[in-house]
């Protein structure tokens, strides 16, 4: 199995917090400050104090502004003919969001199954959208293809610095916002895909005494499985309402971060997903993607840990970009419980 | 009829804007300075910029807890040996919660098609819950008996000039928020029910040169009624998903304000409020109740004039206390559009 996108070779870097701070200080104004939503309700269930970065506000519905702003602004400004990316979704909508912004063409590769709401706020950004098999492996074939004929540069959402290092600042901001209310975070829970949040939230932690939780769905434990096997692994796809989480392998960059920073994965199931995702709609008045439930799934459950009773818990809303279809269902069946 | 709640005599007082900013310092750091949240679809859609002042994520749920919190403080601070409240729900979780955090009894009289969420929050607040007949003048009729009895203290939602100017600090933030980006808001659109919202909104936009823009549901036009005898009148009260918005009579001194200062007053449809409510949901990921669903299918509306197109609106999305079920349906109506 080739290394991910080697056509970047990034896997001997290291990155640190310095990296992200310099990240935010580059961020200043481009990008929404989200909000950090509290429920009492939801402190009442979970046991803890929750602290919600609400990044299902953040323009294109998801964190991955963030890293896709500072990567292609970068390749831009060294003359860039355009970009391309692979992605669930969350990345492609923020790369093509970021190439509209700095004025060069984007070519977005999404599995075929992706959400139509992503594939629809792609093409309203004005970029190109292919689809390309299931698995991570066929959709860096298509990336590695565009990049020899168009030119265009690639930007990789788990490997590339700018990327990781840009996403470690919604982790950052989140522990600046904390500490403005006089209090500090015990932990904070990030869901896990190809891993640049999680490595983001390590570098933003890092000698913050804050412990860095993982979630991913138990449909797709790729963290879990690289951390036993002691190196990144393709896990088996099996089917997860978590579409932002189904990259099958867990990029080098991240693996090599977590392996050193991460305090704890947990996953959670499928039905753990669903519930999470209907608690934040109706405890915290915030639509979120099932990604983003993910973490809070795992919150919720670390939060019945007697270590973790009444800390302060913070959770990486990672995304809001969900179909209503799901959403409608889903709420049905949590409100007919 | 009598004067709404003749106990209280405030009908000759005059509030100024230096009433809200007086309360906005009183509440500092006790309620929530609530986001102000953006969507470019949203905005996309209503071809304006708009400007959602989120008091569906302030603590109880609601803007109310703004002039509940001032209201029993002061009652509190007099002696006060419980208070009592009628509302179709926001105001009396809003008391419910202030007389718990103040230290005395609350008892909090509902229609009894109240929203089964609402009462839940009242109970989980401690306070006693009395369910009285669906128009405003049997709620009054039994707030008034437990005055007498109990010897209660009345914390009216529409009159108290401590709730009005508290209210209006939702409003008052508004605007800092917008001017704190650089921005000025050309309009502010408010949901109108007993009027406390709206009065307000036009003390605290006084000076300020915003058009203040009320919505009510068409099925109970309070206030359009009441601006057309040139006094408060009792409507025939229809349904409407919009049970914040139920009374069926303004007070009197929100009368007096709105007549004095509003820019204008919305009418909107059950189908418009429905669908404003999904498309906070889906738009800005936001869940708000179908009171702020009101003033967003306004926003909507008043956005169409060419006078608005592209101009900074605010709305205050006041609330978001809402069943699951009823957005469980109304979403999975939308869906299938």
New interface residues.
Partial sequence: MPEINASVAVADLLLTRSDVLDAKERLAGRV?R??V??S?DLDRRAGAQLWLK?E??Q?G?SFKLRGALLAVERLAAAGSVGVVAQSTGNHAIAVALAARELGIPAALVLPEDAAPTKIRRIREAGAEVVLAGTVLAERIAVVEDLRVIRGYDVVDPYQNPDVVAGQGTATAELLDQVRAEGRRLDAVVVPVGGGSAVAGACLAAAGEHVAVVAAEPSAVPALTEALRSGQPVNVPVRPTIADGLRPDRIGRLPFDTCREALAEVLTVDEAEIAESM?VA??H?????EPAAATALAAALRLAVAPRWQGRNIGVLLSG?NV???L???L??E???Q
């Avoid at 915290?284 to 979120?288: D, F, K, N, P, S």
């Fill in positions: 929404r989200t909000p939503v509290r009492e609400a299902n506000l323009r519905g209907c709609l109706t915290a008045r915030l639509l979120i809001g179909e209503e279809s959403v409608a269902a709420l049905t949590y409100a007919a």
